[in-house]
């Protein structure tokens, strides 16, 4: 069961959108103060995806509360707390952040996403499942595929082998490279004993 598991780390970094580069150099200028508080609270969000992003958790920290009071109904912020938190092991705060950018953005599939991912981390497999499916279901979720595996992923945590074969062969379906339903799918294919399909899924 390990190596169906060994994705799930990576998955997390996956979840925010192309992040700006983040300064090397500190000007003492705080960024994006200029404008409507919607523009200010997400270049302060993309600013703490990229802190996220590099580990640096505090600043990320910083960033998504000057967001917040910029913005308070801005659902992107509240879902970055989410990940941070997460990252953090600050449960608690985690799906208290989570569970306010779903009701601002019910929809919206990155936060759908990472709430699932959240769950299931939490071994609450049963119920990551209906968030995977709800952000799949957004027409303008650009990497359904990501959420297909995950789903594939916390399936097997349950040990419901047939739907977690379907959720990765959807994944690759969508992206013949998804990495991890190609891993996890091999698996599956060689406990069935079909070792040239799990041979050349494993080396893709």
């Not at 939490?122 to 359904?144: C, Q, V």
Request: with cysteine; aromatic share 8%.
């Amino acid at each position: 069961m390990k190596g169906f598991l060994i994705t799930i780390t990576s998955l997390v970094l996956c979840a925010c959108a192309a992040t700006p580069e983040v300064p090397t150099v500190d000007t003492g200028t705080i960024v994006g103060d200029v404008g409507d508080p919607r523009n200010r609270a997400r270049i302060h969000t993309e600013l703490a995806s990229a802190y996220y992003t590099r580990g640096n958790m505090g600043v990320a920290l910083e960033e998504l509360r000057i967001a917040a009071a910029a913005d308070p109904s801005y659902a992107q912020a509240h879902g970055m707390f989410g990940l941070v938190y997460m990252e953090l092991r600050e449960e608690q705060l985690a799906e208290q952040s989570f569970e306010r950018a779903l009701r601002l953005a019910p929809n919206d599939g990155d936060i759908n996403h990472n709430y699932g991912l959240f769950l299931c981390q939490g071994k609450r497999e049963a119920d990551s499942i209906k968030y995977f499916l709800i952000a799949i279901r957004n027409p303008l979720y650009p990497t359904p595929w990501r959420s297909y595996s995950m789903a594939g992923v916390c399936t097997m945590r349950m040990n419901n082998v047939k739907d977690a074969q379907q959720f990765f062969e959807r994944a690759l379906r969508l992206d013949p490279d998804e990495p991890s339903a190609l891993i996890n799918l091999g698996q599956i294919r060689y406990r069935q004993r079909a070792i040239e399909d799990a041979r050349k899924l494993v080396s893709r």
